[in-house]
Each structure stands twice: as C-alpha cells, then as structure tokens.
C-alpha cells in the first residue's frame, strides 16, 4: 500500500506525517522507518522509529532511491512501514512521469515485501496528475 500527502509547502504536510509516525509505532507489530533530507524530524518523533537522514547519502535518481528501499528491506525483514517525507528533496524530479513511474513501482515493491509506504510531495494537489492521484 502506498499513500500520497501532496500539498504546498507549509500546508502542514510535515505535521501530518509526524502524527502518522508517532501513530504507527503504536499500532504496527514490526520496525517503523522515516527517512527525511534532514533531521527535523529527530524531535518529533518517537525515538522506537528509526530515522534516516538522507543528507549523508547522494541521491541523484530514483533508480539510486529504489537501491536505498531494496537495502532497507534487505537489512530488516521486519520493516512493517516507511515514511519518505518531502519526496522532491530527496530526489530532484525532472518530471511528473519520472515521479508517477516511481510510485507504482513502489506499490508494486509494497505489495512484494508487504511493507506500506507513506509519501509526502511538497507541490499543489491540484497539479498532480492521475497516476499520482490515485495514491491518495
């Protein structure tokens, strides 16, 4: 299962992905993950989740950020939920097609590895096209 927060920046995406962390810890029986460009998240969050700054990792592609997940589920077979905040400062996004085609992968890896995926995107829902749409 894959979920989509998609709102402009300061709609209060941020606050919505920290309640649904600290939520998740409670209520998954397995390891839960945030993974976020910096660690803003180090305070607000329960200290059971396992943060993972990405600023200490290049980045450059989704195809790099798919090898990133592929490890996280390779080191911790009890990861039962991850949650990318601000998906477009991880990866800079040349286009939509690039950002639609990682999600169904994602949901296609999610239904393999039985791990759900929350995402945020920092960017209007009104100019999110159908294949993202769909995750919401």
């Not at 941020?14 to 939520?23: E, P, R, S, V, W």
């Not at 993972?52 to 950020?65: A, F, G, Q, R």
Request: charged letters at 25%; a negative charge; aromatic letters at 12%.
């Amino acid at each position: 299962m894959v979920k989509v927060i998609m709102g402009p920046k300061g709609a209060g995406k941020t606050k919505q992905m920290i309640d649904l962390i600290n939520t998740a810890v409670e209520t998954e029986h397995g390891n839960v993950v945030a993974i976020a460009h910096d660690s803003k998240l180090t305070f607000d969050i329960n200290y059971k989740i396992r943060l993972v700054e990405t600023s200490d990792y290049v980045i450059p592609n989704y195809d790099t950020l798919k090898g990133f997940l592929y490890g996280l589920y390779a080191s911790n077979y009890d990861i039962t939920h991850v949650f990318i905040d601000s998906l477009n400062k991880l990866v800079s996004t040349e286009n939509k097609a690039d950002v639609e085609a990682f999600l169904d992968w994602l949901e296609a890896f999610s239904q393999k590895c039985g791990i759900k995926y929350t995402v945020s995107i920092s960017e209007d829902e009104s100019s999110a096209s159908e294949g993202v749409r769909k995750y919401f």
